[in-house]
């Protein structure tokens, strides 16, 4: 093939798979691309669709690596580096995606996207008086081909954000509602408006009204869930591994004792306890990995939109689990500073993974954090999520969901404990609330290190937390959120049918 018919090749591949994205079809796009990207480089429109489908499929490390592709290419294409800087801010590199930020802006000063990108960003690293500044210079600045009725819905999600700490939920509810009524804004802003006014509502005690919003907006946005499978898929999950052996050891073990893993149903309590932890100084928070599910793809791939579940741990051969061994670990250990002795990794759905976390990392901890199911359904429902989120669509889909998550650690901990299961503690969000340091004593107990009285003083340090529990992990602690559910009681049929056998009180 010569070189003129690669170019045309790629060309060619390029314009299907810029079809494939504005259809709505990411996952598509990025598999078309993917074999002809080592031929396209230098070529703008390939390297672009590729990191925009990448982006929309989750893969937000190769897309990072794609737009920095698109930015030596092209550095004044202010949407790209806007974007680029969307997706950094995905892997928690803030100040690299400002910088991002900062390119578009000098290619185009009000360029709106942008600068609601630096506004989000800014809110993200707690600067939120910085955020209403732009936002305000922004309104008043900004030529008139930037004013918008979508960048005036834009302005108004990013103004959003900043409730209540910078503006007061009374002072733009109106405005959010009346972009939450207009068909005329895009689907997708429309649901983060509506997501974000319901927040609003709940703070003016507008119970019912916040949550018929949380519905519409989880109806436009229709994520794909099957709440049937998932129950299957987890029954054979527990079945296989009640029964897989623990006998075959790799060769050369690793050392996983280093490493915490902190599960839980997500909105359960445990960025606040991974923010507690964060403040020891023998111990390093990572976040949110990754490391675990990939392994799982690995030996059993699962569909996009769904957690892998492995439901044959035959597939994991002495070979592979030494292989996989090897790499999460030199993976996490690449994040070891000097003087670390823990490392925290607080994916919540790992909860899905603790009889291979046993196989791949022998000696690891698991903290699981619990919390009062209602409180924990609502809060997951009620809290605008990135990513693939089907299974909080309804509060039936959250409840069955729930069912299933107790079925596994319930599961698990029958499991002998270190060779099937790791070791293993539960903390309860409640009492970490309410009663902080004889939780976190006990916690150091079992991870094997002194309390630090630091622990006690999450709210210090530059430590910036990327998940939805951002706002609450800045934040004082505080005990309303304890019992919200009554405020919402009448919504929540659900979760008593499907979870009376764990409700307390």
């Not at 709210?459 to 304890?482: C, F, H, K, M, P």
Request: charged share 25%; hydrophobic share 40%; with cysteine.
């Amino acid at each position: 093939m010569t070189s003129g018919q690669t170019q045309a090749q790629v060309q060619q591949v390029a314009r299907q798979a810029e079809a494939l994205l504005k259809a709505g079809k990411p996952l598509q796009a990025a598999r078309a691309l993917a074999p002809v990207m080592e031929q396209a480089k230098g070529h703008l429109p390939a390297a672009l669709t590729f990191a925009r489908s990448l982006m929309l499929i989750g893969q937000h490390a190769q897309s990072a690596e794609v737009f920095a592709q698109v930015a030596r290419l092209a550095p004044g294409h202010a949407a790209a580096a806007t974007e680029q800087a969307a997706v950094l801010a995905r892997l928690g590199r803030f100040d690299e995606a400002l910088e991002a930020v900062r390119r578009a802006r000098r290619a185009k000063p009000w360029f709106g996207p942008a600068v609601f990108q630096k506004a989000d960003l800014l809110a993200d690293m707690n600067r939120g008086a910085e955020a209403v500044e732009l936002l305000d210079s922004y309104e008043e600045h900004a030529p008139e081909a930037e004013r918008t009725k979508l960048n005036e819905a834009r302005a108004c999600a990013a103004r959003a954000r900043l409730i209540p700490k910078h503006i007061k939920p009374e002072a733009i509810i109106d405005d959010l509602l009346a972009f939450a009524d207009n068909e005329k804004v895009p689907a997708g802003l429309r649901c983060v408006i509506s997501a974000r006014a319901s927040g609003a509502l709940d703070l003016l005690g507008r119970y019912d009204e916040a949550f018929e919003l949380q519905n519409r907006a989880k109806i436009i946005r229709n994520l794909p869930w099957d709440a049937a499978e998932h129950t299957d898929r987890v029954r054979a999950c527990i079945e296989a591994w009640s029964t897989a052996s623990t006998d075959q050891q790799p060769d050369e073990p690793v050392d996983g004792s280093g490493l915490v893993f902190i599960v839980g149903m997500p909105r359960s309590g445990s960025s606040l306890l991974e923010q507690m932890l964060s403040r020891h100084p023998l111990i390093k928070a990572l976040g949110e990995r990754n490391e675990i599910t990939r392994a799982a793809q690995t030996i059993q791939q699962a569909k996009p939109g769904v957690i892998p579940i492995i439901t044959d741990p035959s597939r994991l051969t002495p070979e592979l689990r030494e292989k996989l061994s090897q790499t999460v670990l030199e993976s996490y250990e690449s994040e070891r500073e000097p003087g670390i002795e823990l490392l925290t990794d607080k994916q919540p759905f790992n909860f899905a993974q603790l009889p291979l976390l046993a196989r791949l990392l022998p000696g690891c901890r698991v903290i699981h954090t619990r919390r009062d199911p209602r409180d924990t359904c609502l809060s997951y429902y009620m809290q605008w999520m990135l990513g693939a989120h089907g299974q909080a669509n309804t509060i039936e889909d959250i409840a069955l969901f729930c069912r299933d998550y107790f079925a596994l650690m319930n599961a698990w901990q029958s499991l002998p404990a270190p060779g099937a299961r790791p070791d293993l503690l539960e903390v309860n969000y409640e009492n970490l609330v309410s009663e902080p340091e004889p939780v976190l004593r006990g916690l150091c107990v079992f991870l094997g290190i002194e309390f630090d009285e630091a622990m006690l003083d999450h709210t210090s340090g530059d430590r910036i937390t990327n998940t939805a529990s951002r706002e609450q992990v800045r934040s004082a602690l505080y005990t309303s959120r304890i019992a919200r559910w009554k405020n919402y009681e009448k919504h929540l049929g659900p979760v008593f049918e499907h979870l009376g056998d764990f409700i307390q009180g």
